[in-house]
């Protein structure tokens, strides 16, 4: 018997489940994905460390990776309050789910969620039905909205129209020769953030520099001409030793910047049903990052705010029960 599902294996699913494990509660990770970290990916080409989606970090990490069991030697400074990881983001997420034991549902999509008797049901795609005392929803409002079309149909309707931007994330890798000594501000509507770093944990020696630059275009742009452009219009060499486009559908939430937003989270949390909790980069108050650069921090929070909360409910409940 399960005392807690969390749905989704991104960040916040990831610190929800970590919150549970060192208080020994029993939980089960439902994951879509056959990996977890969600748009959080990290590899390696040529001797440069890659990341597809977050790259720049906001530098208030220290207490979380200290929990984690990891400090600030993992992390590289990027200047301006900034900071990356040296083995690339994911290095977060592996370090997350390597202490994970409990139970783990990989590439399993839930359909909806719902309550029978004292316990709520998580009904998957495939038919199986699972059980828990409590819930804790971690993934994208996209799919949040579906889970709750006939629990609860008011979270579903305010989800309905939850939106996201399209952005990809390009990575170059270069001879120093072959790349401008700093980015120039070309920051507008088509180029919201560029970084770069010649930090030797993330290029193959001191001559080789790497580039992350966000380009938003229609998401059927073809690989080649998001490269080509970034090329062009950062006056790069035409032939980058390594050259990556990521994009992943829900790493840009639109909605957050919506002038109903607050009001929407406000009212969600309002409606959910005790022992149920709906966490992550989707439902935050303020937008999840700025300029490119992301507050993992409170992601994280959510996800051990959500856990705590999932215990107190279980405790009430056995309480009256007892």
Same mark, same amino acid.
């Given at each position: 018997?399960?005392?807690?599902?969390?749905?989704?294996?991104?960040?916040?699913?990831?610190?929800?489940?970590?919150? !549970?494990?060192?208080?020994?509660?029993?939980?089960?990770?439902?994951?879509?994905?056959?990996?977890?970290?969600?748009?959080?990916?990290?590899?390696?080409?040529?001797?440069?460390?890659?990341?597809?989606?977050?790259?720049?970090?906001?530098?208030?990490?220290?207490?979380? !990776?200290?929990?984690?069991?990891?400090? +600030?030697? +993992?992390?590289?400074?990027?200047?301006?309050?900034?900071?990356?990881?040296?083995?690339?983001?994911?290095?977060?997420?592996?370090?997350?789910?390597?202490?994970?034991?409990?139970?783990?549902?990989?590439?399993?999509?839930?359909?909806?969620?719902?309550?029978?008797?004292?316990?709520?049901?998580? =009904?998957?795609?495939?038919?199986?039905?699972?059980?828990?005392?409590?819930?804790?929803?971690?993934?994208?409002?996209?799919?949040?909205? &579906?889970?709750?079309?006939?629990?609860?149909?008011?979270?579903?309707?305010?989800?309905?129209?939850?939106?996201?931007?399209?952005?990809? &994330?390009?990575?170059?890798?270069?001879?120093?020769?072959?790349?401008?000594?700093?980015?120039?501000?070309?920051?507008?509507? =088509?180029?919201?953030?560029?970084?770069?770093?010649?930090?030797?944990?993330?290029?193959?020696?001191?001559?080789?520099?790497?580039?992350?630059?966000?380009?938003?275009?229609?998401?059927?742009?073809?690989?080649?001409?998001?490269?080509?452009?970034?090329?062009?219009?950062?006056?790069?060499?035409?032939?980058?030793?390594?050259?990556?486009?990521?994009?992943?559908?829900?790493?840009?939430?639109?909605?957050?910047?919506?002038? +109903?937003? &607050?009001?929407?989270?406000?009212?969600?949390?309002?409606?959910?049903?005790?022992?149920?909790?709906?966490?992550?980069?989707?439902?935050?108050?303020?937008?999840?990052?700025?300029?490119?650069?992301?507050?993992?921090?409170?992601?994280?929070?959510?996800?051990?705010?959500?856990?705590?909360?999932?215990?107190?409910?279980?405790?009430?409940? &056995?309480?009256?029960?007892?």
């Amino acid at each position: 018997m399960r005392d807690v599902v969390v749905i989704g294996g991104g960040l916040t699913g990831l610190a929800a489940c970590y919150e !549970l494990e060192k208080r020994n509660i029993r939980y089960t990770i439902i994951e879509v994905k056959p990996r977890f970290g969600g748009s959080i990916i990290s590899s390696e080409d040529s001797g440069f460390v890659l990341d597809g989606g977050t790259f720049a970090i906001k530098s208030d990490l220290t207490p979380f !990776l200290e929990n984690f069991g990891m400090s +600030d030697d +993992d992390l590289f400074e990027m200047g301006d309050g900034i900071v990356g990881f040296k083995q690339g983001t994911d290095s977060l997420i592996k370090t997350l789910s390597s202490k994970l034991t409990k139970g783990r549902l990989m590439r399993m999509a839930v359909s909806s969620i719902g309550r029978l008797d004292n316990r709520f049901t998580i =009904c998957m795609e495939n038919g199986i039905m699972y059980d828990a005392g409590s819930i804790i929803v971690a993934s994208p409002a996209r799919f949040t909205e &579906r889970m709750f079309y006939t629990f609860v149909p008011e979270i579903s309707e305010r989800l309905r129209d939850y939106h996201y931007d399209t952005i990809f &994330r390009v990575s170059l890798g270069y001879h120093k020769d072959d790349a401008p000594e700093s980015l120039e501000e070309i920051r507008d509507m =088509c180029f919201p953030f560029a970084f770069m770093t010649d930090h030797p944990s993330r290029v193959p020696d001191d001559d080789h520099v790497l580039l992350q630059v966000g380009v938003r275009t229609k998401p059927t742009t073809s690989h080649e001409d998001i490269i080509n452009e970034v090329i062009q219009c950062y006056g790069l060499g035409d032939n980058p030793l390594v050259k990556r486009v990521h994009y992943w559908s829900e790493a840009d939430p639109l909605s957050c910047y919506d002038d +109903d937003h &607050r009001d929407n989270m406000k009212a969600i949390r309002e409606a959910l049903p005790e022992g149920v909790f709906l966490v992550g980069s989707d439902y935050s108050d303020a937008p999840p990052q700025y300029k490119g650069v992301a507050n993992l921090s409170e992601r994280i929070v959510q996800g051990q705010s959500a856990a705590l909360s999932a215990m107190e409910y279980l405790k009430a409940i &056995r309480n009256a029960n007892a």
